[in-house]
């Protein structure tokens, strides 16, 4: 016999503890037996439920498709309010939209293939359905027609992933108008998910600016969801190093914002530190009994909320620290060209064949499209860290010139306040990881003559963050 659900598979294992209970045998009804049982209901016949993620534009190119096939125009020339109403519409509908003989690119058939597989199988295989770069309510619902189209019969919980800087300020306003929407309210029984996104948005804003709009989209959408009798699962797409929203798993889930987690949270755990994580059994006991104690943690003793003086900083000093960033990154001439020689080589080739193919693509794309991993990870390689720490120390300058007593406020900041403390703690250790030294090696070997000064003035300037950053956290500084 073939079991393709968890309560064909549980029926004779249960008929099997009931029949040895009636026989007095409960002490081994109660051994194995049970044990397996328990497995069986936790993990299901697959074991572990797997995410579907797909990014929001190939969504709208099928969408785009779709509207063009039935000649009512292109999707992806209307507005966002066009798009609600005709997504809606069909949601609220029943009339397939397209046939077999809809056209079809490559991408395309990935996408809804895709949703194909997720139909065929048993619905117990799939967890969530994240959108990648997700921007707008239309993308969610756009998802959420697609599934109906390709005839999932138990449709995923569709979980919208902010990234970039601009995307998390506008999750918010973006989940309020979900909620609003009444087919929506009764799709979601009351519960939803949201994915915030740290890689990403530390390499569109710096870590300084993306931690701290992290923080506040956090808070705010805990609100939105509670305005609307919502509950509200965060789900942090973390990655394994600093620049990837990295670190300590028990300080990162007691310096997020009061009343965000209420006792559950996701949290993803990156290729590079599985291992450490998970390579050995009693390694697993142990990662689940920290973010289990740090969750309990923070429910029963959460971190206080900041006062109205540092916010007002905070937003001051990730301002700054934005514009320090954006403007070394994606509006200094020189950096694209400096980036490409010192990380793009035999060398960084060599080492970095996980990720060649992206890598590879760099020559051939703009800089933005470069994805988080390679970006972190190669900085990383020439000991520099330049994605961790790059912003901070203008933001620091500008906000003790300005003012002195800026700086005693941030030293009782990173006494009394857990997220301040942890964000400045991680970037401490990253200075002590880095080697400028090697960063300049890399520079004697690579970089062309005229790009050497410029390899020096990002070495000064690390220089200069790293004495800004001690001179918060130490009363002397030395």
Same mark, same amino acid.
């Given at each position: 016999?073939?079991?393709?659900t968890?309560?064909q598979?549980l ?6 503890? +009931? ?6 045998d ?8 049970l ?10 016949l ?11 534009d ?10 063009k ?6 999707? *992806?020339?209307?507005s966002?309010q066009q798009?609600?109403e005709?997504?809606?519409a069909?949601?609220k ?54 599934? +109906?189209?390709?005839? $999932?019969k138990?449709?995923l919980?569709v ?6 800087l601009?995307?998390l300020?506008a ?9 609003s929407? #009444?087919?929506?309210?009764?799709r ?18 710096? *870590?300084?600016?993306?931690?701290w709009?992290l923080?506040?989209?956090? =808070?705010?959408?805990?609100?939105t969801?509670k305005?609307?009798? $919502?509950?509200?699962?965060?789900f ?8 990837r ?7 990162a889930?007691?310096?997020?914002p ?20 998970f390579?050995e059994? #009693?390694?697993?006991f +142990? ?14 003793h ?5 006062k109205?003086e ?16 954006r ?7 020189r ?8 990380i ?12 060649f193919? *992206?890598?590879?693509?760099f020559?051939?794309?703009?800089? =933005?499209?470069?994805?988080a991993?390679p ?5 990383t ?20 010139? +300005?003012d002195s007593? #800026? ?5 009782v900041?990173?006494?009394e306040?857990p ?5 400045i703690?991680l ?7 880095? #080697?400028?030294?090697?960063?300049e ?8 003559p ?12 690390? =220089?200069?963050?790293?004495n800004?950053?001690l001179?918060?956290i130490?009363?002397?500084?030395t």
């Open positions: 016999m073939t079991f393709t968890v309560e598979f029926e004779p294992l249960e008929l099997c503890y +009931r029949s040895l209970c009636a026989c007095g409960r002490p081994i009804a109660d051994g194995s037996l044990d397996f049982l328990r497995q069986v209901s936790t993990f299901g697959s074991l572990v439920r797997l995410d579907i993620r797909q990014e929001s190939r969504h709208t190119d099928v969408i785009d498709s779709i509207t096939y039935l000649e009512i125009g292109s999707y *992806r020339s209307w966002e798009r609600q005709w997504l809606l069909q949601l509908g029943k009339r397939p939209l397209f046939g077999a003989d809809l056209p079809k690119t490559e991408e395309m058939s990935d996408v809804l293939d895709t949703f194909r597989v997720i139909s065929e199988l048993p619905s117990d295989n799939f967890g969530a359905y994240i959108i990648s770069m997700a921007t707008s309510p239309s993308d969610v619902l756009a998802v959420e027609l697609l599934q +109906r189209e390709c005839q $999932v138990s449709p919980r979980v919208p992933l902010f990234e970039k601009a995307d300020k999750a918010p306003a973006v989940m309020a108008r979900l909620f929407i #009444n087919w929506y309210k009764s979601i029984n009351g519960k939803h998910e949201v994915m915030i996104g740290y890689s990403d948005s530390g390499k569109d804003a710096g *870590r300084f600016s993306a931690a709009q923080y506040k989209a956090q =808070e705010e959408l805990m609100l969801a305005q609307f009798g $919502v509950t509200l699962t965060m942090h797409g973390r990655g394994g190093t600093v620049g929203g990295g670190g300590p798993a028990h300080l889930i007691l310096s997020q009061p009343d965000t987690i209420h006792g559950s949270l996701r949290v993803t755990v990156q290729g590079e530190v599985i291992e450490q994580s390579g059994g #009693n390694l697993c +142990r990662t689940l009994q920290r973010f289990t104690a740090a969750t309990l943690e923070h429910g029963m959460p971190p206080i909320s900041p109205p540092w916010r007002a900083l905070m937003d001051e000093l990730a301002d700054i620290a934005t514009n320090e960033y403007s070394i990154v994606f509006q200094e001439p950096f694209v060209e400096y980036f490409r020689l010192v793009i080589s035999e060398l960084s080739l060599y080492i970095f064949f996980f990720h193919s *992206r890598l590879y693509a020559y051939c794309v703009p800089f =933005e499209s470069l994805r991993i970006w972190i990870f190669s900085w390689q020439t000991r520099f860290h330049l994605p961790v720490w790059l912003g901070f120390g203008a933001a620091f300058k500008h906000a003790i010139e +300005r007593k #800026n700086l005693e406020m941030m030293r900041m990173y006494n306040w997220f301040f403390r942890v964000t703690d970037v401490e250790m990253v200075f002590a990881k880095g #080697n400028p030294g090697i960063a090696l890399y520079d004697k070997l690579l970089v062309s005229e790009l050497l000064p410029f390899g020096e003035q990002l070495r000064a300037n690390y =220089e200069e963050t790293k800004l950053l001179l918060v130490y009363l002397k500084h």
